[in-house]
């Protein structure tokens, strides 16, 4: 019996992983003022509020 993986598992692995670094690349902190959203990929913060009912953010 062959110990190798099939291609097609090896290949639907990486599309996993790939959806999932896209998904969960923000992390967002709020408090009843603001939003602070920090990116996992680059570490980037930025600082959202809300006024005349649009959102502004602003690099930290």
Do not use: Y
């Not at 090896?10 to 923000?26: Q, T």
């Not at 408090?31 to 680059?42: C, L, N, Q």
């Not at 930025?46 to 502004?56: L, N, P, R, T």
């Amino acid at each position: 019996m062959s110990n190798r993986t099939p291609f097609s598992i090896v290949v639907a692995g990486i599309i996993i992983a790939a959806a999932l670094a896209v998904l969960f690349r923000w992390h967002i902190l709020t408090s009843e003022t603001r939003i602070v959203r920090i990116d996992r990929w680059t570490g980037n913060i930025q600082v959202c509020s809300q006024s005349d009912g649009k959102i502004a953010c602003v690099d930290e």
